[in-house]
């Protein structure tokens, strides 16, 4: 037998059986669990909480006065004004770096060429001393 009955839901009963001297003693205890509708409570109140703080937000007349306005558009047109320095900036110091590249291309392309220039030169050599 279970002490635990499955059609009443939030009942516990508890079997406790004492052989004290011989005589056998059984102790039955039943012990109901209630709901309790706290939890349900709280809920609404946070539920409540939160639609008066969404209606405050949606309601509340605008704060923004023109002066917030024209300083906003102070500092858009500044940006813009300082983007397009820097862009300016930015296209001078990608023609300097082209113009550093193009020149470190022609130092190294002449190196190359004296090298291969001496190279064919001792090449040279090596076959006149053979020759020889």
């Known amino acids: ?27 039955v205890r039943r012990t109901e669990a209630r709901s ?6 709280i809920a609404g109140l946070a539920t409540l909480v ?18 917030d306005v024209q ?3 102070a500092a858009s047109d500044q940006a813009r004004a300082q ?3 820097e862009g300016v900036l930015s296209a001078q110091e990608a ?3 082209a113009a550093a590249a193009q020149a470190n291309s022609a130092a190294l ?3 190359n060429g004296q090298a291969a220039m001496q190279a064919s ?8 001393d053979r020759a020889a």
């Open 1 to 27: 037998m279970s002490d635990i009955d499955p059609l009443a839901p939030g009942v516990t009963e508890v079997r406790t059986t004492y052989d004290s001297a011989g005589a056998p003693i059984s102790e």
């Open 36 to 41: 309790s509708p706290i939890g349900w409570w």
């Open 50 to 67: 939160a639609v008066i703080a969404l209606v405050y937000l949606l309601t509340r007349p605008a704060t923004t006065t023109p002066a």
């Open 71 to 73: 300083a906003a558009v």
């Open 83 to 85: 983007g397009a320095a």
């Open 95 to 97: 023609q300097n770096a």
């Open 109 to 111: 392309a002449q190196s």
């Open 121 to 128: 030169q001792n090449a040279l050599q090596i076959e006149a």
